[in-house]
């Protein structure tokens, strides 16, 4: 049994008894309560679940403040008023007061009445616990929910920012294909401008689209700034060795967006392929063309055929002079043969005998197809049945001199069926891609029939005599131009671009043609040579090669100046092109300066003395 009477410490226990009674302390001793004494007791230092009091001990308190205030605080849960007789159960004031949780006769109360409200406290524990857990639960809630909310209006606000940008992708991949289509059917320079100007204002891209030469740029540009207050942008393309400027205008002066400035510099590079493609397609139909009129207007049969003497194509001539045009072979088409020429040797230069015909037939190999184990050969038939009936006649008076014969007239005649055959080469090497397989074979082949061109020049330079000059009154200026017309397809493929400055008056002076030809054509491949050697070591130089033609009162100048400088002095004399130059010009009568006018520029000046 406890008593407690005053203490500074809180008491905790499950039953506390304010009670004088005995009896009733006797008969809930087995609960172990707390025993109150009432006198200077404070409710602050209990703390228990039940409060049993009687009548006769809650009468001696002085005061029920204290009781009320432990009831609110929880420290007292519950509250059992017990009376012993009528006269205490008549204490309603007291019971209205107290408003204790059960009250009753003290011999009524029962251990039942105990564990009801025990259970009671435990239920209402268990509520506080399920209440304080289910407002953690609430505000765990709340916080997940403002998160889930935030990143779900994340989400939002980034699935919107990805669909305006998918939008903006897709609204520029559909106007990059309507450009590339656009484009694709532009087929000359004239219609560029129309066609892009109506793509472009359709997707309110520009508000006009202008295209001008690098010439009225300037001027150009200063009637817009003085007339019109809008953004402008410039791009840069090259055609045909001119500059062009393309001009994007907006009617607001807000800039461009970087994707439509880039867009604009893609389309710009796009029109420059695409109208650089039809130049070239057009330029390659042009050669086309001309090889083809160059190989069906020879008088000589050529016939190009395969390793079986298959005809693969065959020139006017060879069907015009032929007994058999519809023949598979060259030997049934041209002689009516039923089986090879004698002397036939492929790739080789042979001679040949039908009947009392003789024919010199130049064969050159030429790989053109794809498949490398197919190999052609170009065959060239010249009638030689007068040539040698002439040589035999001349043979019987002087050797010596047709043997000097011989030499020119198989120079002569090598020269011009070569042209036709490199010709032919340097066309298939512009139709042919860089690194296509037949690319190196066709390389050799030029490169070997440029040196047969250049022993048969040497030939005929070397050949002729100051007796044998045929001088004529020619034009300087139509003779050079004629020249770079001649060699314009070999500057093409070399990357070499010309200027030519015509004099301001004709220039006509009395000279041999022929050799004055030959020494411009020697200038001319001296330069290529050394472009192909300066593109050795930078891929993408591009030569420059510049003609004029001035005079005085004493003499005529014709300047012929390259960027394929610096000039090594030695080329003097070991530079075999140089060496037929001088002697070509020195024949003549004329004076041959190599200067050097600027940093890594050459100069050929030839002086021409008035008489």
């Given amino acids: 049994m406890q008593t407690v009477t005053t203490n500074t410490n809180p008491v905790k226990t499950n039953l506390a008894l304010l009670c004088e009674d005995k009896s ?33 001990s809650l009468k001696k308190l002085t005061s029920l403040d204290d009781l009320f205030q432990a009831r609110s605080q ?34 009524d109360l029962t251990s039942e009445d105990f564990f009801i409200l025990w259970d009671s406290i435990k239920l209402a524990e268990q509520n506080l616990t399920y209440m304080n857990l289910s407002s953690e639960l609430n505000s765990v809630y709340e916080v997940i929910k403002e998160e889930l909310e935030t990143k779900i209006n994340d989400k939002t606000k980034n699935l919107i920012e990805s669909r305006r940008k998918v939008f903006e992708v897709n609204s520029r991949v559909e106007f990059l294909r309507k450009t590339l289509y656009t484009i694709s059917e532009i087929k000359s320079f004239d219609t560029a401008e129309e066609k892009l100007n109506t793509l472009l204002t359709s997707y309110n891209k520009v508000t006009w689209f202008k295209i001008v030469d690098q010439a009225s740029s300037i001027a150009f540009e200063k009637d817009v700034d003085d007339q019109f207050d809008s953004t402008l942008l410039k791009t840069e393309i090259t055609l045909k060795g001119l500059i062009y400027f393309l001009y994007f205008f907006k009617g607001d002066k ?12 893609k389309m710009s590079e796009t029109l420059q392929i695409n109208l650089s493609r039809i130049n070239n397609l057009q330029a ?34 060879a069907r015009t002079s032929s007994a058999n045009p519809d023949a598979k072979h060259c030997y049934e088409m041209l002689f009516n043969r039923d089986s090879k020429c004698l002397n036939c040797h492929l790739g080789t230069k042979f001679e040949i005998q039908n009947n009392n015909s003789f024919f010199n037939v130049h064969s050159q190999p030429l790989n053109l197809m794809e498949q490398e184990d197919n190999r052609y050969w170009v065959h060239v038939y010249e009638d030689s049945t007068e040539q040698n009936l002439y040589e035999k006649k001349l043979s019987q008076f002087a050797r010596l001199e047709e043997l000097g014969l011989i030499s020119s007239s198989i120079a002569h005649e090598l020269n011009n069926p070569l042209g036709g055959i490199l010709s032919y080469i340097q066309i298939m090497k512009m139709e042919l891609p860089a690194q296509h397989s037949l690319m190196s074979d066709l390389n050799l082949m030029h490169e070997t029939g440029l040196r047969m061109k250049k022993i048969i020049e040497d030939l005929l330079i070397f050949s002729r005599t100051n007796q044998q000059l045929v001088l004529e009154d020619v034009d300087l200026s139509q003779l050079t131009q004629d020249v770079l017309t001649q060699v314009d397809l070999q500057f093409k493929m070399e990357k070499i671009k010309t200027s030519f400055l015509p004099p301001a008056e004709k220039t006509i002076y009395k000279l041999s043609k022929t050799l004055f030809q030959d020494a411009i ?24 090669v510049e003609v004029k033609i001035t005079q005085d009162q004493s003499n005529i100048y014709l300047s012929l100046a390259s960027n394929l400088g610096p000039f090594e002095n030695e080329l003097k004399t070991k530079d075999l092109n140089l060496l037929a130059v001088e002697k070509n010009l020195t024949d003549q009568g004329f004076q041959l300066f190599i200067s050097e006018p600027a940093k890594e520029w050459i100069q050929f000046s030839i002086l021409l003395p008035r008489y």
């Fill in 24 to 56: 009733i302390h006797e008969k809930w001793n087995v609960f172990e309560p707390l025993h109150i004494k009432p006198e200077n007791f404070n409710f602050k230092n209990l703390s228990t679940e039940i409060l049993l009091v009687d009548f006769a």
């Fill in 74 to 107: 929880k420290q007292v849960k519950k509250v059992i008023l017990t009376f012993g007789d009528q006269n205490d159960a008549a204490a309603t004031s007291w019971i209205n007061s107290m408003n204790p949780d059960l009250v009753k006769k003290s011999s």
């Fill in 254 to 265: 807000k800039p461009f967006k970087r994707n439509d400035i880039h867009l604009f510099k």
């Fill in 284 to 317: 390659l139909q042009r050669n086309e063309n001309f090889f083809d009129l160059a190989f069906h207007s020879s008088k000589n049969p050529i016939i190009v055929l395969d390793q079986n003497y298959l005809v693969i194509q065959a020139n006017k001539a």
């Fill in 521 to 544: 054509q020697l200038i001319l491949l001296f330069f290529i040579q050394k472009s192909k050697e300066r593109r050795l070591g930078k891929q993408n130089f591009i030569s420059l």
